[in-house]
C-alpha cells in the first residue's frame, strides 16, 4: 500500500467534521463550524448553491498568474498532488467562492487547516446567549500568531421597494444577513454581511499555497419567520433589485494614462469579489510580493484593499446618517406628528452605536494584524500604506460614531419636551371641560333651588330673578375656583380707576 493511499484511508476513518467536533470541547467558539458540518437537512441541501474555485498557479516563468477553474471533482487530485504538468509551479493561490461542507471537508483535511480559519469565515450571528463568536473569544496574542485573516466588512447595497427597516438573508450557502436601514432621502440602503478570510499554507507537493475565501454577490433575500439565521424552505423570497452604493467602491489601482488604448482593458463590473480578485491578481502584483515565497499580508493586498475601499462607501453611509437624525425644530403640532418618527430614530440611533462598536474592533484587528506584519517584512513599505488607510478609515469611523452618540441624549431630550409639551396640551383641553363644569354647577343649583316656587319659573312674575341670583353666583365661583393673584388685581384696579379719572384742559 502506498503512502498516499494510507493517508487516505486515515482521512477517511477521521473526517474533518469529527475532528471540529472533538476541539470544539476546548474551544467553544467552534460550535458554529460544527452545526455548520453536521447541518445535513434535505432543507438546506435543496437551497446550496454552486461553489465557484479558480486555482491561479505562479512561476517565474510566467509574466502573470494562470488561472484554472476547479471543481469539487478536480479538487482532490490537486490538493493531493496527483496532477503533473510539464512546467514548474511555484506556488497557487485557490480563491474560494461560497463555501459549501464538502469544501471544508477537503481542504480542512488535505492541508490539515486550523478549525479557526474555518470558523472565523463561518462566524453567523445566533441570537442566544449561548453561542461564542470567535472574534470575541480570540486573545491578539493567539491572533498574531496565526497564518490567516479573516476581513469582516458591510457591502452596501441600494434596494428598491425595500419596505421599513427590517433583517434580511441573503442567499448563501453562509448565510449572512441584510439589515435594512430607515429610508434616507427616499432611499433605501441594505448593509450586507461580506467576509473574507486568507490563509497560506504548504501544499503536499511542497510548494506555498494561499487560500482565500469570499461570500458571492447575492441578488436573492429572504425573510426567515422564526429568525433562524439559514435559508430554509421556511424562508419566504423578498422581492427587491439590488444594486451597489453610489455605483460601488472606488477603484484603488490608478488610472491608466489618457493615450493609452484601453480596448484591451477588462470590465472591473463590479460582479463580485471572486471576478475583482482574480482581475486583479491577473493585472497588477503587489509590491512586496515575491513568486518563490509570499508573506501573508502579500498574498492580502489586493483583498485588503478592495475591503478598504468598502468600508470608504460604509464611511459615506454614516455621513449622510448624522444628516438624517438631525432634529430640525417646528411647530408643536408638526412636533407632536413626528414623536413615532422620533422614537425609530432613537432606536436606529442605538443600533448604530452598536454597529460603530462592532465595526472599531474589527479595524483594530486589521491594523494590529498589518502592525505585527510589517515588523516582520523586509519591505515594509506597502505595509505601512496600508496601514495608513485603516488609520484613516477608523479615525472618520471613530468621529461619526461620536457624532451619532451624541445624538442620542439630545433626540432624548426633544422626546422628553415634546412628551411635556403633549402634557400640558392635554391638562388645557382638561381645564377646559373643568370650567364648563363650574358653569353648570351654580346654574344647577339655582335652578334646584328655585324650583320650589312656579312664579319663578320661564315665564313667570319674577323669572329675571333667576338670572339676578345665577350670573353673580357664577362669578362667585369661578373667583373662588381661581381667584386672581394680587399683581392682576391691582392692575385691574388701576385700569379702572386711570379710566374713571376727568381728563385736565388747561386754557
Known amino acids: 500500500m502506498t503512502a498516499r493511499n494510507a493517508t487516505k484511508n486515515e482521512q477517511e476513518r477521521k473526517s474533518y467534521k469529527s475532528y471540529v467536533a472533538s476541539r470544539t470541547r476546548r474551544n467553544p467558539c467552534l460550535g458554529n463550524l460544527s452545526k455548520f458540518l453536521n447541518n445535513t437537512s434535505a432543507a438546506i441541501a435543496g ?29 482532490a487530485p490537486l490538493l493531493y498532488n496527483e496532477i503533473k504538468g510539464d512546467e514548474k509551479i511555484e506556488g497557487r493561490l485557490l480563491i474560494v467562492e461560497d463555501l459549501t461542507r464538502d469544501v471544508i471537508e477537503m481542504l480542512g483535511s488535505a492541508l490539515n487547516i486550523d478549525p479557526f480559519f474555518f470558523a472565523g469565515h463561518i462566524d453567523v450571528f445566533v441570537p ?46 453562509v448565510p449572512r444577513k441584510v439589515k435594512l436601514l430607515p429610508p434616507s432621502f427616499n432611499v433605501s440602503i441594505g448593509l450586507a454581511r461580506h467576509c473574507c478570510s486568507i490563509l497560506k499554507t504548504v501544499g503536499r507537493d511542497g510548494v506555498w499555497l494561499g487560500l482565500v475565501l469570499v461570500d458571492p454577490t447575492s441578488s436573492k433575500f429572504y425573510v ?73 499580508v502579500s498574498l492580502s493586498y489586493h483583498p485588503l ?55 472599531s474592533y474589527k479595524l483594530r484587528y486589521v491594523i494590529s494584524f498589518l502592525e505585527v506584519q510589517a515588523a516582520k517584512d523586509q519591505n515594509p513599505e506597502y505595509c505601512n500604506l496600508l496601514i495608513q488607510d485603516f488609520k484613516h478609515i477608523k479615525f472618520n469611523m471613530d468621529a461619526y460614531s461620536r457624532r451619532l452618540e451624541a445624538m442620542v441624549p439630545i433626540l432624548t431630550s426633544v422626546i422628553q419636551i415634546i412628551d411635556s409639551q403633549r402634557s400640558l396640551m392635554e391638562t388645557a383641553n382638561i381645564s377646559r371641560l373643568t370650567y364648563l363644569a363650574l358653569v353648570f354647577i351654580p346654574l344647577t343649583f339655582v335652578t334646584g333651588l328655585f324650583s320650589m316656587n312656579n312664579d319663578i319659573a320661564p315665564g313667570g312674575k319674577v323669572f329675571w330673578l333667576y338670572f339676578a341670583v345665577a350670573i353673580p353666583l357664577c362669578i362667585m365661583v369661578f373667583l373662588a375656583a381661581r381667584p386672581p393673584s394680587i399683581k392682576n388685581l391691582g392692575s385691574l384696579v388701576a385700569r379702572i380707576t386711570k379710566s374713571r379719572k376727568k381728563p385736565d384742559f388747561k386754557v
Open 128 to 173: 442566544e446567549i449561548s453561542t461564542v463568536r470567535p472574534y470575541l473569544a480570540t486573545l491578539p496574542s493567539r491572533t498574531s500568531t496565526q497564518n490567516f485573516l479573516t476581513l469582516h466588512y458591510h457591502h452596501v447595497l441600494e434596494l428598491t421597494h425595500a419596505g421599513p427597516a427590517r433583517t434580511l438573508l441573503q442567499d448563501m450557502n
Open 224 to 296: 426567515s419567520e422564526d429568525s433562524r439565521p439559514q435559508v430554509d424552505e421556511r424562508a419566504k423570497p423578498v422581492p427587491l433589485q439590488p444594486r451597489p452604493f453610489q455605483g460601488g467602491f472606488e477603484d484603488y489601482r490608478s488610472p491608466p494614462a489618457f493615450d493609452r488604448d484601453e480596448s484591451s482593458e477588462h470590465d472591473l463590473g463590479r460582479r463580485s469579489l471572486f471576478e475583482d480578485l482574480v482581475l486583479h491578481w491577473t493585472r497588477e502584483q503587489p509590491s512586496g510580493f515575491t513568486v518563490s515565497d509570499p508573506t501573508l
Open 47 to 75: 437551497r446550496r448553491n454552486t461553489c465557484r474555485i479558480a486555482c491561479l498557479e505562479f512561476s517565474s516563468a510566467l509574466s502573470s498568474p494562470r488561472r484554472k477553474d476547479v471543481n469539487l471533482s478536480s479538487l
Open 305 to 359: 484593499r478592495v475591503i478598504a475601499a468598502e468600508w470608504m462607501t460604509y464611511l459615506q453611509v454614516m455621513y449622510h446618517s448624522t444628516k438624517q437624525y438631525e432634529f430640525t425644530p417646528g411647530t408643536i403640532s408638526a412636533a407632536l406628528q413626528q414623536i413615532a418618527d422620533l422614537y425609530t430614530d432613537l432606536s436606529a440611533l442605538q443600533k448604530w452605536a452598536r454597529r460603530s462598536m462592532a465595526t
